[in-house]
């Protein structure tokens, strides 16, 4: 992956490696200036209950604008953000939008759903963010019920205690609190054990293996009866066929966010779909 080759003191150079080299050289000399030249956008993915087909909340995602009207997505600049410690004036001006954009809809008497932000496990590294983040959500009583935060399994495994003490902050607000990627990495049952989620999300590599893999089936299936024990709801990310959300409206998923339904869109776009609801 070009990301983590850039940051090696060399790159062996090919033919078809050097647009994207090129374009990883573009993001890394302009980074530094995205957010103060607005090109950073909240595009918003909409999560859907598939019995009703109604949507039930959505997840905020950043994504890079360029000049050109080029999309840069996440996964190219947030590991230089999470390097170079700027991750957390991002998610600041992420979790900000988001609570303009709610706070608009309520005046204005719309309908509105609960939206998450993801946090990084390096924004706890930063003394003064975090706090900022949830001081403006206390300040404003009427976004609560609206305001959400989604943390990594493999960024729990690693809390500091300022992470611990903003989490602790958060529930006690009743701000939502879910644990993103669920499976992908450790899936330590551990963490489920010592936190309280209002919602886990089931990492859609296990969506992706349906078909190929016999047991993916399976494991879906266990993973959100245990949810269920729990009293905790699930979100199945990534899917994108009829198929894959029979299956999971069968095995009792009560939440869904994939391309099926909606891709991430542009704030506009998504206002339009709230106001048919
Ligand atoms: P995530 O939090 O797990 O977000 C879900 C990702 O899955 C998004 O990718 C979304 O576009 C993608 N996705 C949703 N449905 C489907 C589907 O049906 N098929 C496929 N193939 N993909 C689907 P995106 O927007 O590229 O974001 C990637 C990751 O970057 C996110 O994963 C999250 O970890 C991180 N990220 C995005 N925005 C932010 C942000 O504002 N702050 C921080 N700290 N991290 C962010
Ligand atoms: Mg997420
Ligand atoms: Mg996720
Ligand atoms: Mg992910």
């Given at each position: 992956n070009l990301t983590n080759e850039y940051m090696q003191p060399y790159i062996v150079f090919n033919n078809d490696m050097s647009d994207l080299y090129i374009k990883q050289c573009m993001i890394h000399s302009n980074l530094p200036y995205a957010l103060e030249r607005n090109e950073l956008q909240v595009f918003y993915q909409p999560i859907y209950?598939?019995?009703?087909?109604?949507?039930v909340e959505a997840e905020a995602l950043i994504r890079w604008i360029m000049p050109n009207g080029d999309v840069i997505s996440p996964g190219l600049f947030l590991p230089t953000l999470e390097k170079n410690g700027h991750i957390a004036k991002v998610d600041y001006f992420v979790s900000h939008t988001v609570n303009k954009f709610i706070e608009d809809r309520l005046n204005s008497g719309r309908h509105v759903v609960p939206v998450t932000v993801n946090l990084s496990r390096m924004d706890f590294y930063d003394a003064k963010t975090p706090s900022a983040i949830i001081d403006e959500i206390i300040a404003k009583s009427s976004l609560r019920p609206y305001r959400m935060f989604e943390i990594t399994e493999s960024a729990y495994m690693s809390l500091n205690d300022r992470a611990e003490e903003m989490i602790g902050r958060m529930r006690s607000l009743g701000v939502g609190l879910l644990l993103d990627d669920f499976g992908s990495g450790f899936s330590s049952y551990g963490t489920i054990a010592n936190y309280d989620f209002d919602i886990i999300k089931l990492d859609m590599q296990f969506i992706r293996m349906l078909g190929k893999n016999k047991k993916s089936g399976k494991i879906i299936r266990s993973i959100i009866s245990m949810a269920h024990e729990l009293g905790v709801k699930i979100v199945a990310e990534g899917a994108e066929t009829r198929e894959q959300v029979e299956f999971l409206k069968e095995c009792g998923s009560d939440y869904i966010q994939g391309y099926y339904f909606s891709r991430p869109i542009p704030q506009s776009e998504f206002e339009k779909l709230l106001d048919e609801c």
């Open positions: 209950d598939p019995y009703t087909e109604k949507i």
